[in-house]
Structure formats: C-alpha cells, structure tokens
C-alpha cells in the first residue's frame, strides 16, 4: 500500500480494535485514515483470542456495550459483505458456590434492566442446552440465548477489507517509535518506514498501549498478561454448543462449528510479560478440568496449544477516550475482551471524533479515573 506521510487520523495498532475503529471513522466521513501495525493482520492478540462474545458482565458500563456489541455482530455479514463466522450458540455460567451463584444473579437482574435476556436454568436445562455436560458439583447455572462467539480472523479481515474500500491505509510491519507532541498536542508519529503528520493519534496497541503512551509522556496503570489457549481434534457435532464459563472454576470452553473443542483458563501467577511462550503445566491443568466438565473428551488429542497477551486494566475495564495530551486517543485495556467488544467501541469513538453523538456515552472510562480512585470493578471476569 502507497505509503502517505500524512492524515487525518492515525491508528496505532493494526489488531481489530485498531481496524474496527478506522472503519467507523471512515464510514462517518474521515476518510484519510492510517493504521500502522507492527507485525500483520491478526499477528497479535486479535489472532490468539478465544473470540467469545457475551452480554452477560456485572458493570451497567460493560453491560451496555456487550449488547451493543452483540447487536452490531448479528448485522456485520451484512454490512461488511464478508462472513465474519457468528456462532451464537449462548453463554453457560457455571457456579460453584451458593455466593457465586448470588452474585450471577444480581447480574441478571441488571441485565435484564437492560434488555439483556439472561436467566437462570437449572441443572437439567443445562444439560439440554450442552448434552455432554458434567456439572453435578455446581451451584447454579445462567444461561443467554443470543451470546457466542466469531471467527476472529473472518471478523478482522472483514472489517480490513470494507475499510480499505472506503478510504483507509494499513501498513503491516511497521512499527510506531514514538510520537511527536507539540504545545501539548499530538501531531504525529516516528515509525519504523518514517514519520506520518496527523491531527489525531489513537493508540490501540493492546498489550503494548503504556509503551506507546509514554511516547507521550501518558502514563497508563495497563499491563500484557500471557494466557495459553488449546483446541482439540474435532468431536461430534453439539456435544458443546454454548460457551461454558466459570470465573471460580477459571475456565472457558466452548465447541467451534467444525466440532474441534477450544478452551482456555487463567495463568498461575498470572504472568506479566510479551514472549507468548506455552508450558506443558497449562496442558495438564486445561486437560484435566477439560475432562472433567466434558468426560466425553477423555480419548480426543490436543491439535494445538498458543498463547496470547490480555492487555489488562485494575479493574478490567477498558480506557477509552482524549488523555491530557491533547488530540491523543485511547481504545485499549480490555483485559482479555477486546474482540467482543470491539464494534462498539470503534463506533462509539468514530462518532465521537466526528461530531455524532455517541451511541454510548463512554466518559466514565477515561484513564483519569484510575488517580482519581473511581475504578469501575468488573466482577464477571477470571
């Protein structure tokens, strides 16, 4: 792609926060758009994930944009002209504990406030939702109907593509070195091929988002958690259609359309750091709560097994909007929930660099809350 040493706006971080929000600015009219990404489409985070998508969280925040995410993922074949591979096949929490269970019930009491269909089943439920489930040892289920999962690269490319066709530049391999601040505003950045002017700068690098921002002398309290992920050969079709998670059990797990089982659960120790390297310790402990939740598993073979940065905040959830650099944006610190919530979020920012009203009214995610002591506690995550 013809390289431009100037735009409108320049996103840095190609993964698909970076591409849904280039998209959005385009479709609402800036069309001279510029994505620097330092290693390929889907090359990070993006490509590593586990790609659920739920409406189902304990904040009202992360409540409001999980829907408006399902709503915009339900049109995005559609609106993209490619299949972004939508599975909505629910989200089955599980619930080892009668205060666990409590606690996914005034969850779906805010849900429901909100539109947000979620309801408790019982056990037998359950098992007709997911048939090979083995979960006599839990508390207590919830269940939404319309939470699942996408093709991360499918959804990725889709969005790349449809944004190209409007406008928008995307350098892979190129790396951002730093960012000119002038007068207290962001002008532009150094990359590896060169500096680019622009009138607007988006950090959206993920893992790697404080690193960036304190090109700009922006501290940010993010940091890159490493978490391993494995999928097996394929099983028979619906043994697992819903997406099983625990957050005291700490796992995910979920079948994929082809039938091969994904899951993943959080690190001990939970590492900091950007190697993306596996360890067998992950394979033994995945296995065995694999086994255990889903004994129809117990003869299949592990295909692969990766790992992947979650880009984590104190109380995960994300940072989004202006810093006191002026003209200098974030869209990051999803802590592991950036492809889910995604569309909405690119929108939302897109509109509000535009001049539209924002469907969401994102104000209480600005980076400042974390001096200020305002943190905005998840309770639904691992």
Sequence with gaps: MEWKDRADVVIIGGGIVGIATAYYLARFGRHDVVVVEKGTVCS????????GIRAQWGTEMNCRLGIAALDIFENLDAELGMSVGLNQGGYLLIAYSDSEFENLKKGIALQNGLGIKSKTVTLSEAREI????????????????RDGHA??????????????????SYHKRTECTGITVKGGRATGIDTSRGHIDADVVINCSGACSQIVAKFAGVDLPNWGERHEIMITEP???GVCPPMLMSFSGNYYIQQRPHGSIICGMSPAGHPQDFENKTTWQFITAMSRVLNRILPVTKEIRIVRHWAGLYDMTPDGSPIIGETDVKNFYHSTGYSGHGFMLSPIAGKVLAQQLTGNTPDIDLSVLDYRRFARGELIMEPHIT
């Design 151 to 168: 093709d991360p690269f499918l959804t990725a490319f889709a969005y790349l593509e449809a944004a190209k066709r409007i406008g928008v």
């Design 235 to 237: 099983v028979e079709a």
């Design 44 to 51: 990070g985070s993006t490509g590593r994930c586990g790609a």
């Design 130 to 145: 997911c048939p090979a489930l083995d979960a006599s040892d839990a508390t207590g289920f919830v269940y939404h109907a």
